[in-house]
């Protein structure tokens, strides 16, 4: 166990919907980073938060957004969806007392039909 | 740009045979990261090793073992005597130093599926 977690761990939803994932890092991780994992795009960086603010910035859509709360979890809002986003996302936290590792969360699975 | 490279998309041994994965990546950036990640049929994503830029030691953790060679741009990662609870995807991956505080976003290969068949 990561000690990071996701919800929900799968969500199915139809084209055009607006979803919210959520994820809570480790305890005392500042750092939250989330990924894309498609078949044909493997898994991309989409968006990283440090202690409420965006630090950095992928090939994320203008569909998408995120934010990072002062309890530090972090929700990725997924918006006007398309079959094409369907995959699965990972949350990962990370802290320098833990040599700034990346450790991820279980993920969760987006189903657009 | 930075890259990573998995050339070997899917592998297939039998059980207790050894199999070194490859990983090849491109980065101008002097300072980075480079890890392994494995991913079951489970799904998630499990961290394996972590190896700076300055650090060209091989490490050897139980059966696995990881070849850094900063000359060829590689950081293979080999299991011994391969059991199928090897059975995964692993990705490789690099990340640039960013400061005490954070590093930076994680640029993975495409993965290696490892079939062990008993």
């Known amino acids: 166990d990561s000690g990071v977690t996701q919800t929900p761990k799968h969500l199915i939803t139809a084209t055009g919907q607006r979803v919210t994932l959520r994820c809570s890092p480790r305890?005392?991780?500042?750092?939250v980073y989330w990924y894309q994992q498609s078949l044909d795009q493997g898994l991309q960086f989409l968006i990283q938060y440090y202690n409420g603010e965006e630090r950095a910035k992928g090939n994320i859509l203008e569909r998408f957004s995120a934010q990072q709360f002062p309890d530090l979890h972090s929700e990725l809002n997924l918006s006007s969806l398309e079959l094409g986003d369907s995959a699965l996302y990972f949350c990962?936290?990370?802290?320098?007392?833990?040599?700034?590792?990346?450790?991820f969360g279980a993920g969760t699975r987006l189903s657009v039909l | 740009a930075q890259k990573v490279t998995q050339a070997q998309t899917e592998i297939s041994v039998v059980e207790k045979e050894d199999v070194t994965l490859d990983c090849v990546y491109e980065?101008?950036?002097?300072?980075?990261?480079l890890f392994w990640y494995k991913q079951p049929p489970s799904g998630e994503l499990v961290f394996l090793i972590r190896?700076?830029?300055?650090?060209?030691q091989n490490e050897i953790s139980g059966r696995y073992s990881w070849n850094f060679q900063k000359s060829t741009s590689s950081f293979n990662f080999t299991i011994t005597a391969s059991q199928v609870v090897d059975s995964a995807v692993y990705f490789c991956?690099?990340?640039?130093?960013?400061?005490?505080?954070?590093?930076?976003?994680?640029?993975f290969g495409q993965g290696t599926t490892l079939q062990v068949k008993p």
């Open positions: 991956a690099l990340s640039e130093f960013r400061g005490s505080s954070n590093t930076g976003k994680l640029i």
């Open positions: 990962a936290s990370s802290s320098p007392v833990a040599k700034n590792i990346q450790y």
């Open positions: 305890s005392g991780d500042l750092s």
């Open positions: 190896r700076n830029s300055f650090d060209e």
């Open positions: 980065t101008r950036d002097t300072t980075y990261y």
